[in-house]
């Protein structure tokens, strides 16, 4: 019997996200990324998983879009699947397999997917950390000069 490490789903969003956010250069882009990830858990509870691979074509001008969203299909698949190779989540591949599952297998793998786009949403707010402007950074330490004198 194989051991359940709870750890194991977040190790490997967070390996991915952040091989992502290291292979995108210009930081601009990393907000876009950011909103992606965050915002994958209410695409799926919302629309299911089955549009949520439909989108992957449509976000074709949306790069950091597209990256998110392929970097979650590829994690979800190492997951599940973590002996198939390739991995059957990935590409239009993906949808073939989603299409093909079984409506216990689909709602199973539903709800993989929403675990694993809660992992998205809490690695997103650690790895794209909101930037703060040095008009902040100078505010509060006039505050805190402020207070202590």
Same mark, same amino acid.
């Given at each position: 019997? %194989?051991?359940?490490? *709870?750890?194991? +789903?977040?190790?490997?969003?967070?390996? +991915?996200l952040k091989a992502v956010k290291e292979s995108t250069q210009q930081t601009e882009h990393h907000d876009e990324q950011k909103s992606q990830a965050v915002e994958l858990y209410t695409y799926i509870a919302t629309w299911g998983l089955m549009r949520l691979k439909g989108e992957d074509p449509a976000l074709v001008n949306q790069i950091q879009k597209q990256k998110i969203l392929r970097c979650f299909f590829q994690t979800l698949g190492e997951l599940v699947y973590p002996n198939t190779q390739p991995n059957p989540l990935v590409g239009m591949e993906g949808m073939r397999k989603i299409i093909g599952l079984s409506a216990s297998e689909y709602l199973g793998l539903t709800g993989v997917a929403l675990q694993v786009a809660r992992e998205f949403s809490f690695w %997103?707010? %650690?790895?794209? *950390?909101k930037q703060r402007s040095n008009n902040n950074v100078n505010q509060t330490t006039n505050q805190v000069t402020t207070v202590n004198s």
């Open positions: 019997m %194989a051991n359940y490490d *709870p750890r194991k +789903n977040s190790i490997k969003v967070y390996q +991915n %997103a707010e %650690a790895l794209y *950390p």
